[in-house]
């Protein structure tokens, strides 16, 4: 019996080596995203601290160089967590563009995938057919042998 060969077969593996790839960058993408998300935590648990800090400072003398460093730093958190902000934006919106990619490498794989399993089907509906119209002549010429030899 002959054996099912899919002639797009290096296609489908084409394919299936493309999603494999978009599997990839949207995971690096979506690495990069979580980072910054926890940089900006950080961010947020580094300035409430230095609330804290500073809080603990203004009971008692107040020493206005150790708050104007305290102004100075929360200055800089804030400053870092806006341009955090953006690049999370950035980030997310690199992510969401991968994950379209993604997608659409999926839906390009499934579709050869498709059409290999169809193809597969009529393969072996036409080996049936096949092996059906061989048993039928062997049953005709087997009906036929035995009608000459009774006659």
Do not use: C, W
Request: hydrophobic share 35%.
């Amino acid at each position: 019996m002959k054996k099912f060969k899919f002639r797009l077969e290096p296609l489908l593996r084409l394919k299936e080596h493309n999603e494999k790839e978009k599997q990839k960058t949207f995971g690096l993408a979506a690495h990069k995203v979580a980072h910054q998300e926890d940089f900006l935590h950080q961010l947020s648990r580094d300035r409430v601290e230095t609330q804290l800090g500073q809080r603990g400072h203004l009971s008692g003398r107040i020493d206005t160089g150790r708050l104007l460093i305290y102004s100075r730093y929360l200055g800089k958190l804030k400053k870092n967590e806006l341009t955090g902000r953006e690049i999370l934006k950035a980030f997310i919106t690199d992510r969401e563009r991968k994950r379209d990619e993604l997608i659409e490498a999926t839906k390009q794989k499934k579709i050869f995938e498709k059409l290999k399993e169809r193809r597969r089907l009529a393969f072996l509906h036409g080996v049936e057919m096949l092996t059906q119209k061989e048993q039928d002549d062997i049953a005709a010429k087997l009906f036929l042998a035995k009608k000459s030899s009774r006659g």
